[in-house]
């Protein structure tokens, strides 16, 4: 069964804490993605590769990076953990070919104190 | 940028009846439009999908329709049950070329 793997279901940090955030799939797929979900604002994109050592920024960018080493592994950083990001943060991944159909993983709900 | 918007923000209806969500997007270059459940604690799933050549597509008791002039498209259930509610997200995108934006949401539930 093809996954998404986000490494922790919930997080609780200090505000200026530094956090990462790691998803991982085993699709092969070229493309990923981060997402933040808010109640009632949908899903707003952070951050999305289409290759190794290659970001673009998204939607909402500030306050975050990221970074792919590998095809394999996305990972989400807050430099400076603020409690206005405090929210559940989706991993996703799509084929380069088409850049279709995403795969979301199960989400990290990550809490700013 | 492309914007979608979605409603109704939330919908409940009793088993057996139908649903229907939707979607508005402002992209005429859009031409992919995915919608996605998310059960309770589980990130979204694909459910169905249309793209811009295609006006319905059905998939058992779920249906989505496409009006590009009017820029909208609609989420169809029928047959409703219990396990059908759940968050449900619209998006758009350009296949082969970038990122898709989602509409709010619709929170959906079924009472049995």
């Known amino acids: 069964d093809v996954k998404v793997t986000q490494s922790s279901r919930y997080l609780v940090k200090r505000t200026g804490e530094k956090v990462f955030l790691e998803c991982v799939q085993d699709?092969?797929?070229?493309?990923m993605f981060w997402y933040r979900q808010d109640p009632g604002l949908g899903l707003r994109l952070i951050y999305f590769?289409?290759?190794?050592?290659?970001?673009e920024k998204g939607d909402i960018p500030e306050g975050y990076s990221v970074s792919r080493e590998k095809k394999e592994r996305f990972s989400l950083i807050l430099e400076s953990a603020s409690t206005n990001q405090t929210s559940m943060y989706l991993c996703?991944?799509?084929?380069?070919?088409?850049?279709?159909?995403?795969?979301f993983g199960s989400g990290t709900q990550l809490s700013v104190l | 940028g492309e914007n979608v918007e979605q409603h109704p923000s939330t919908l409940s209806v009793q088993e057996g009846d139908s649903a229907v969500i939707k979607c508005t997007y402002s992209?005429?270059?859009?031409?992919?439009f995915p919608w996605y459940k998310q059960e309770l604690g589980k990130g979204p799933q694909l459910i169905i999908d249309?793209?811009?050549?295609?006006g319905e597509k059905k998939d058992q008791r779920i249906a989505v329709t496409l009006n590009k002039t009017a820029k909208h498209f609609s989420l169809h259930i029928t047959e409703t049950q219990p396990e059908d509610s759940a968050v449900y997200f619209c998006a758009a995108s350009r296949a082969y070329a970038g990122k898709s934006t989602f509409g709010d949401g619709t929170t959906l539930t079924v009472k049995p």
């Open positions: 699709m092969d797929h070229e493309n």
């Open positions: 590769s289409y290759d190794v050592k290659m970001k």
């Open positions: 249309i793209r811009s050549n295609v």
């Open positions: 996703a991944s799509s084929e380069a070919t088409t850049n279709e159909k995403l795969f």
């Open positions: 992209d005429s270059a859009s031409n992919y």
